[in-house]
């Protein structure tokens, strides 16, 4: 949550450290207004910087049991249940800004003339863009694949989400990586989009769960 985000924020917290996940955590709804929560400091972060995220300080904070999201216990089960779409919208975006990536790598590539040629002439930054292309085609679908599937509420959507979070999200951080090469220095200068991409494309590795934990989840479903 960042200072200019809304007037609730949704708080999870555990409510039964006996249970835990299992009934022992509680969701609520906090008015910003209440007294006791505040913000903390504004987190000065590597990229997706449009996007401000502070800390959450509870200071005997009370909240009412209206502010309750369903049942006490139900809170794990809320967090869950919206882990799948999450990472679909994570999955989104990295095909977003790897599509934009790539655009303006072929666009660079035509556009830069070294040794007497445009630097796309070159069969080695060729490559690069073949590998590029095809790893976003195949997020893409998998992308595609795994919203179908949540609109139809088919089976095994968790395995789809996350295969399709931590493919395009890999996929994001490859191609950002390989258009800013594509543009050689400059690349690493602001004047060029691929440094910002570049940059906002790390986070989706992390976020929304970390590709690490998308293998968790993958192999455990693999494996049932
Ligand atoms: C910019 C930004 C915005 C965020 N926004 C939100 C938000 O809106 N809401 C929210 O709830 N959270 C948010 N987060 C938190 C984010 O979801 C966590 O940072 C992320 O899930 C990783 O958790 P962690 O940082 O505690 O890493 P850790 O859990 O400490 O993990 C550190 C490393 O260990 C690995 N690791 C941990 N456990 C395992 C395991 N069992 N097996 C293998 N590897 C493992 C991880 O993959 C990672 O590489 C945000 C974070 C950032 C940076």
Not at 87 to 98: C, F, K
Not at 107 to 113: G, I, N
Not at 188 to 194: E, F
Not at 209 to 220: D, L, M, N, W, Y
């Amino acid at each position: 949550m960042g200072p200019d985000e809304g007037d609730f924020a949704v708080v999870i917290t555990v409510t039964d450290p006996e249970k835990r996940t299992r009934g022992g955590m509680t969701a609520f709804l906090v008015d910003r207004a209440t007294p006791g929560f505040s913000l903390g400091k504004t987190e000065d972060k590597m990229g997706i910087r449009g996007a401000a995220v502070s800390e959450l300080v509870f200071e005997d904070c009370r909240v009412p049991a209206s502010a309750v999201m369903g049942e006490v216990g139900d809170g794990y089960r809320i967090a869950m249940s919206g882990l799948d779409g999450g990472r679909i919208g994570m999955a989104g975006l990295s095909v977003g800004i790897a599509q934009r990536a790539l655009e303006e790598a072929v666009k660079y590539s035509k556009a830069r003339v070294q040794f007497k040629k445009p630097i796309c002439e070159n069969q080695g930054l060729r490559w690069y863009l073949a590998d590029m292309a095809t790893r976003l085609e195949a997020a893409r679908l998998l992308t595609m694949q795994a919203a179908v599937a949540r609109q139809n509420g088919a089976p095994g959507l968790t395995k789809l989400c996350s295969m399709a979070k931590y493919y395009a999200s890999e996929m994001a951080t490859y191609v950002c990586d390989l258009a800013l090469q594509i543009h050689g220095g400059y690349g690493y200068m602001k004047d060029y989009a691929v440094e910002r991409l570049y940059r906002d494309a790390r986070i989706l590795r992390i976020f929304e769960g970390t590709s690490e934990i998308q293998k968790v989840v993958i192999s455990r479903e693999v494996l049932k």
